[in-house]
T-cell receptor, first 112, second 111 residues
Framework: DTEVTQTPKHLVMGMTNKKSLKCEQH?????MYWYKQKAKKPPELMFV???????INESVPSRFSPECPNSSLLNLHLHALQPEDSALYLC???????????FGQGTRLTVV | RKEVEQDPGPFNVPEGATVAFNCTYS??????FFWYRQDCRKEPKLLMS???SGNEDGRFTAQLNRASQYISLLIRDSKLSDSATYLC????????????FGTGTRLLVSP
């Protein structure tokens, strides 16, 4: 099973809403990542979890809150987002080398 | 200067053509290099890792030039299905888990 599964695939939320994005992998990978990708731009790293501990936070605003409940799951909790936060949010996992990562299909988020 | 730079294209080529993309990186201490492919509105997928000695996989060949700080991707005998955006990715030396992507080069292969 070489899949990274993300839910939901699409999400529309208001600026006062609280929502969560979910990511799951069963490849035994020990590193998991959240990326943000705007249209016609490359993916930008947000967070890295290594062995279930947060190892990199790329100065992401606190309205994005990551959580890693176990080695297979990664969540991204969203609260009080702004319209400019609308983007494709990609989860990825890798065994050791971050460059050899498997990406989920992403959650296309629209903030209204 | 951006950490990783690519010509955004698009590169328009006919089927069967050979096409090459370059990607330059600014941090000379960068450790590892990769090419990803991303189809429209899809997730990136790893195409190949780029080794110091080069790497070939079928019609695809990747090269690394550390002295000039660039990597290249050569596609031979282009197929319609090769149409996509090709992203180079560089693993930084500081914070080993950080991967930085280039802006991508769009390839359009026409009949």
């Amino acid at each position: 099973d070489t899949e990274v599964t993300q839910t939901p695939k699409h999400l529309v939320m208001g600026m006062t809403n609280k929502k969560s994005l979910k990511c799951e992998q069963h490849m035994g990978h020990r590193a998991m990542y959240w990326y943000k990708q705007k249209a016609k731009k490359p993916p930008e790293l947000m967070f890295v979890y290594s062995y279930e501990k947060l190892s990199i936070n790329e100065s992401v605003p606190s309205r994005f809150s990551p959580e890693c409940p176990n080695s297979s799951l990664l969540n991204l909790h969203l609260h009080a987002l702004q319209p400019e936060d609308s983007a494709l949010y990609l989860c990825a996992s890798s065994q050791v080398t971050p460059g050899e990562a498997f990406f989920g299909q992403g959650t296309r988020l629209t903030v209204v | 200067r951006k950490e990783v730079e690519q010509d955004p294209g698009p590169f328009n080529v006919p089927e069967g053509a050979t096409v090459a993309f370059n990607c330059t990186y600014s941090n000379s201490a960068s450790q590892s290099f990769f090419w990803y492919r991303q189809d429209c509105r899809k997730e990136p997928k790893l195409l190949m890792s780029v080794y110091s000695s080069g790497n070939e996989d079928g019609r695809f060949t990747a090269q690394l030039n550390r002295a000039s700080q660039y990597i290249s991707l050569l596609i031979r005998d282009s197929k319609l299905s090769d149409s996509a955006t090709y992203l180079c990715a560089v693993q930084m030396n500081t914070g080993f888990q950080k991967l930085v992507f280039g802006t991508g080069t769009r390839l359009l292969v026409s009949p």
